[in-house]
């Protein structure tokens, strides 16, 4: 196999210095033994206790203020319990009770790994043959939690990344919008989720309105709950009709905020232990504007929910599950464009084989076609996707990663008939990048592992993980793994 692939040193390490203050609560008994501590200290030792917290930790974070006292306004159930208007509390102890219940976390700390990368939607100040970038990464910390961070590179004519250092103060979304529900829509997801048949299911239908918010459905679930004696599966229903309402939401991060600074952390109960390897592609609407969509897996500790992921400038986002039959699995990649007027997913619905999928809503995916199968022995324990395919005139490219002996992650690679995507016209016979022996090593060993890649001056860049501790990225010259993908194209089976 003759193709001229050359690995780069750059080497996108974690860092556990890029923390959050994420809020910190273990129950309401605790809280109320620890808030009733702060009040009994007097005036001038929570104003000196106060100081200390603030010079120790103000350069750390944007706006540690604003932390602690959205932090406050979290505790304002358990305030109301002890019997005390939280509007009557003093700046100084809101602030220092915000603090208590405020915790720095390592988003970084264990791993930095699974990328992908698109076009940055702003090109000012870019050579010709320069294209600006925006690489995502699967960033991991203490418990495992998983979250996506950013950074933004120039990539040049000789295909050289140059990353721009990473701010220091890392944020969270300053608004979070809850989303407003149809019901026939979201009772049609349930239905998919769950048996309707139990006690819980008819006094729920009959409370929702035509439409509601978050707030509501936790108001009727709440009233059901105190209304009927709960069998089993009422109980699930109840908690499964809570968790789907928490998948939707927005967020805006600050104006003033620099890409590596933006930090989606789990906010949903859906993805509380993880969200976990986003692939992003810049997809080209029917307008012909571009939207940013990604899919990922929401992981709550116990089951996983397939989501996607939508902004057209980085600093608005927009989250909803996937729904359908189909939207089970892992590692669901969407095509860039539209194909014979539908939306186009590769997807891995059984954990072995590769999939494609067509769908008039791109929240909504019911039926797919198998289009791979595991055929060499680097992939015979399982072929999946490495990111949304890329368009060449030779056909759809699409990267995958083949699981072998020893539970070896390889990266291959295929093509695809562009107005037909389910015919494969080409795949290699052996793997396009092997773990060596500097990438073997790490939390997971023996693996690379992609979520995307870009066509950039006749080369494909791709960003890739090594042993789901750190990440780096290989150059293939496109022409090369073309023709390779391409020479038995048209001979006799």
Known sequence: MSINITRKDIVFQPDSSRVIARFLFSSDERATQLITAILNLSEQEQK??????????AKRHRNILK????????????????GIDSKKVGTTEQMLIGSYFTMEY????????????????DQSGTGSDERRVILSFRATGEGHISSIVFRSAIIDRDNLIT????????????HVRNHIYKKKSFLAKLGEMQNPENAAYPVIEEKLTETFTYEELKRYVDETSKAIELDMPSRIFLRETMWLASSHYEMDFSLDTDISERVIFPIADTEKRGIEDARFVRFQQDDNEPIYYAT????????????ILMTSDFYHFKVLPIHGEIAQNKGMALFPRKIKGKYAMLCRIDGVNNYIAFSDNISVWRQATMIQSPKYPWEFVQIGNCGSPLETEAGWLVLTHGVGP?????????????????IEIGRLSQP???????????????????????????????????????????????????????KNVGLPA
């Open 48 to 57: 000196q206790v106060l100081s200390n917290v603030l010079r120790k930790y």
């Open 163 to 174: 990353v721009e250092p990473p701010g220091r103060m890392l944020d969270s979304p300053a």
């Open 432 to 486: 396009l990048l092997i773990p060596n022996r500097q990438e073997r090593e790490g939390y997971v060993p023996n693996v690379v592992y992609s979520c995307g890649a870009l066509i950039h001056n006749e080369s494909l860049i791709i960003p890739y993980a090594m042993s789901d501790y750190a990440s780096t990225y290989v150059v293939v010259d496109l022409k090369d793994l073309l023709q390779e993908l391409t």
């Open 106 to 121: 390592s988003i970084e700390a264990a791993a930095f790994f699974n990328p992908s990368i698109v076009e940055d939607p």
């Open 67 to 82: 932390v602690f006292e959205r932090h406050f306004h979290k505790l304002h159930p358990v305030l109301r319990s002890m």
């Open 296 to 307: 990922y897996t929401a992981y709550d500790g116990t089951s996983i929910l397939p989501k």
């Open 406 to 422: 020893m539970r070896e992650y390889v990266l291959g690679a295929s093509l695809f008939e562009l107005d037909n995507p389910e």
